[in-house]
């Protein structure tokens, strides 16, 4: 799916293979909604991943939370095609961190990208399916790496790193899609696994259930012309309509927030027509929680004006809109112009906000504790808001040890719980803190790590446990 083209030989063959996109003149404007920017989060699959990555870095300060399903660090390709087939898929030779990390800080510094103070504040949840056979799971370990080096000691439950799932190279749903350890179809697979559920509540903390019955809201198709400074959406590599899951609440102005999911190669809707909009779970969440869902959406080109293609309809996580990406980079960085698009339709559809802060799910005395996920070694809790908390206390039971004690604080509404056994049950409480005090304990949940995953050395043929 993540597949990668260098500079054709023949631009003739290619211009006669990808032909110009057809315009959708009519495709209407993106209306604004009451939407608070500052609660925007990312998530992507693939080609997706990387720009979620990306897009999170560069504008980290509007964005709370990222989910990347297979995908690798920031700057991993270093602007080179050669080096997003070899190191960024395959893992051969690894990411250079230390050197990916100085270009970061280097961009920082000169303010091509927002401070990466900011990734302390951030909720990321990361993904690879240990049938996965397009990208290795050594990258995914290196965009944890990443991350781990901009967050604090005290914030690396921040992160929760979910490897102990079945499935191949996709976006994993409940009951949508091929086989669990299918690497091609649509590269959306049914693992019985709700991964935009997860993705969301590590994110913005418990949320009311999924609407799996009529949603209120609708997909609606816009123009992404208005948003490519004067250029053509081709020109960037972009379909001329893009698409928004908008519930009805946010039709009618309350308040709200927006969740960006960004679409893998071969994902597009020129590919699969609106199935990853429709189906890839995101938007049974969205409706009962005041939640807008944004998917942009890519084109396949032939040749560019760079004489460079991108047949697949990836994301541009290796320079290929650049004329120089290696030596000059603006792909990755706030001016990319893919990231800038993004940005600018994120813009316009926050651009109504007229209230501080979204609607929280539930409020009570006390936090509403759940633990979503686990992995073989980690379990994931999240939890509601309590008014004027200033900061949250995390207690676990390990197993079979009947005291709780503390684990951790944090400020957000979830907390990954990392370094545990496998096949084993722990129990947890939080509470919340202010200046006044500690308040009540939630009601405590227990939560069973799953078993330890056996080594999977031909992913796609691996037993799906």
């Known amino acids: 799916m993540l597949r990668v083209s260098i500079r054709p030989v023949l631009a003739l063959v290619a211009a006669t293979l990808f032909p110009a996109a057809n315009l959708h003149a009519d495709e209407p404007s993106l209306p604004a909604y009451n939407a608070d920017i500052a609660q925007t989060s990312i998530s992507g699959i693939s080609s997706g991943a990387f720009m979620a990555v990306q897009f999170g870095v560069a ?36 990411p250079d961190l230390p050197e990916l990390i100085r270009h970061t800080d280097a961009w920082r510094r000169s303010g091509d990208i927002d401070d990466t103070g900011n990734i302390a504040g951030q909720r990321i949840y990361l993904f690879s399916g240990y049938n996965d056979k397009v990208v290795a799971r050594g990258v995914s370990n290196s965009l944890q790496a990443f991350y781990a080096h901009y967050l604090p000691s005290d914030r690396r439950s921040n992160l929760f790193y979910q490897t102990a ?54 997909v609606i198709a816009f123009s992404q012309a208005a948003f490519t400074a004067g250029r053509k959406p ?11 899951y908008v519930p009805a609440v946010c039709v009618a102005q309350e308040p709200c927030r927006v969740h960006i999911a960004l679409h893998g190669c071969l994902q597009s809707y020129g590919n699969i027509g609106e199935d990853f909009v429709r189906h890839s779970g995101y938007n049974e969440w969205a409706d009962s929680n005041h939640i807008i869902v944004l998917y942009p959406q890519i084109q396949a080109n032939g040749i560019t004006q760079l004489g460079i293609t991108n047949p697949q309809a990836c994301w541009d996580w290796w320079g290929y809109l650049d004329a120089n990406p290696t030596v000059s980079p603006s792909y990755l960085l706030k001016s990319g112009r893919q990231i800038s698009a993004i ?63 503390q684990i951790g604080a944090t400020a957000g ?11 084993s049950l722990y129990r947890y409480k939080v509470r919340a803190s202010s200046a006044a005090g500690a308040g009540a304990f939630s009601a405590e949940v227990a939560k069973s790590t799953r078993p330890k995953v056996p080594p999977c050395d031909e992913p796609g043929s691996c037993a799906v446990r």
């Not at 969301?200 to 903390?205: D, P």
């Open 234 to 244: 081709v020109d960037d590599s972009l379909d001329d309509k893009g698409f928004a």
């Open 165 to 218: 799932i079945g499935a191949g190279h996709a976006q994993v749903t409940l009951a949508y899609g091929g086989r669990c350890a299918d690497n091609g179809g649509e590269y959306i697979d049914r693992c019985g696994y709700d991964q935009a559920g997860i993705i969301l509540q590590h994110i913005y903390g418990t949320l009311s259930p999924r609407n799996d019955g009529a949603l209120t809201g609708h």
């Open 59 to 94: 504008w980290s300060s509007v964005i709370v939370g990222v989910g990347a399903i297979a995908g690798g660090p920031f700057d991993c390709s270093e602007g080179s095609g050669a080096t997003a087939l070899s190191t960024c898929m395959g893992g051969q030779p690894a």
């Open 343 to 405: 940005k600018a339709m994120l813009d316009h559809l926050t651009s109504g906000a007229g209230s501080p802060a979204p609607p929280i799910a539930a409020i009570s005395a006390s936090p509403q504790l759940l633990a979503p996920d686990a992995s073989d070694t980690a379990i994931d809790l999240v939890w509601s808001a309590v008014p004027a908390a200033t900061s949250y206390d995390v207690f676990r039971a390990a197993p079979g040890d009947p005291a709780f004690g």
């Open 413 to 423: 509404l979830s907390f990954a719980d990392a370094g545990l056994k496998p096949s």
